[in-house]
């Protein structure tokens, strides 16, 4: 069976674009050229969006898996909206992460935001296989091993039961 | 031979080129973040709001956990505190042992509302409000935000006349404490974190 090129894929180009738009986004405020300091209701406005992204992300995802066993003809629209939604929640999340890096301490926010950041990276290259050339050289690299993408939501979702202790100031 | 050259092929498929082509990308979305221009510096006041903006203050020091914002003319100081507590937080100018002798600029920031507290170190483990001492209170306008940590901002008169405060001398160094509590806003608790620090006064 021949498998359509990704050169192709529409779905790919844009969570692509996202994903360049996020990294462009993200260097330019570490850079201090952009700048996110809007304050709505006494709350930063990165905050905001990065209780928008990881609610989404925390709520959306187990539905997912819910309701794609539930409901298996739905999955490939369920597929959709986890990959834009969590990219989109994930740019959302660096956002404020970057804002937060070059202003304040950060605590456990640093090690949640990287098990999001390898949640959005082993999604993204096994979905796409951008790393598929490697396999010439090594074999099960991340991409064909679907239980990583697993295994780093669980991880997740232990770390921000904590990171959540943390900020509710929870004793 | 024949090995080297299947190898070559597998290598310059197109999977291969499509993670070239996004490798690329990712760099030119990287590095073209470089070409948005720098804010312009401003050289005006800082806005006393609660919210540090870019360029607002010249100077930072980060102190452990929390982090100070300065700026200062020939007659103000200009002041921004960070800590990572939800609690009080507190600058300290000139302690010569421990509390001793300390001007303390206490803040709390409970909801929309800042709490201030002016104060002077009585003894090795004791500081009092400058007004309980016969004083005055001369935090002159202050502004806080409490979003995952503390923010305050904070105008101080160098020169208050009060005998309760420290004299600050533009173009001169002074040694500092700062310090915050975690969770509580009251001022009378505990430090759940303090530390030692020198600041220099700017010539304006």
């Known amino acids: ?171 | 031979m024949i090995k080297l050259v299947e190898t070559w092929n597998k290598i310059t498929n197109s999977a291969f080129k499509r993670s070239m082509l996004v490798l690329g990308l990712v760099l030119l979305a990287f590095f073209s973040a470089f070409l948005w221009p720098l804010p312009e510096k401003v050289d005006e006041i800082p806005v006393i709001d609660g919210v540090i903006g870019e360029f607002e203050y010249p100077v930072f020091h980060r102190i452990g956990e929390m982090g100070l914002y300065l700026d200062n003319d020939q007659e103000f100081g200009y002041f921004a505190l960070t800590s990572p507590g939800s609690g009080w937080l507190a600058i300290g100018f000139s302690p010569s042992d421990i509390h001793m002798g300390a001007n303390y600029l206490f803040f709390s920031v409970v909801g929309d509302e800042v709490f201030v507290g002016d104060h002077y170190g009585v003894s090795q483990f004791v500081h009092e409000s400058d007004i309980d001492l016969g004083g005055s209170m001369d935090i002159e306008y202050f502004s806080g935000v409490e979003d995952q940590g503390s923010v305050v901002e904070f105008v101080f008169r160098l020169n208050s006349g009060d005998d309760f405060d420290t004299v600050l001398e533009v173009g001169k160094s002074y040694s500092i404490v700062v310090a915050y509590n975690e969770f509580d806003d009251v001022f009378d608790s505990k430090h759940t974190q303090w530390y030692k620090h020198k600041i220099s006064i700017l010539r304006d």
Request: proline share 3%; net charge positive; aromatic share 16%.
């Open chain 1, 1 to 171: 069976m021949k498998t359509r090129s990704k050169f192709n894929d529409a779905e790919f180009w844009l969570v692509t674009l996202i994903l360049l738009l996020t990294i462009h986004i993200a260097t330019a405020e570490s850079l201090g050229r952009l700048n996110f300091n809007i304050s709505i209701f006494s709350t930063r406005f990165t905050h905001f969006l990065s209780i928008i992204g990881s609610a989404f992300v925390v709520l959306y995802t187990p539905l997912y898996y819910y309701l794609k066993r539930r409901n298996p003809r739905i999955t490939k629209n369920l597929l959709k909206f986890h990959i834009f939604g969590n990219t989109i929640s994930c740019t959302f999340v660096t956002i404020h992460f970057v804002a937060r890096l070059i202003r304040l301490p950060i605590g456990l926010g640093v090690l949640l935001y990287l098990f999001m950041l390898l949640l959005f990276l082993s999604g993204y290259t096994f979905r796409y296989g951008v790393l598929k050339p490697l396999n010439i050289f090594i074999k099960n690299i991340p991409h064909n091993n679907r239980y990583l993408h697993v295994s780093l939501t669980a991880s997740f979702y232990i770390v921000f039961l904590f990171h959540l202790l943390q900020v509710t100031d929870f004793q």
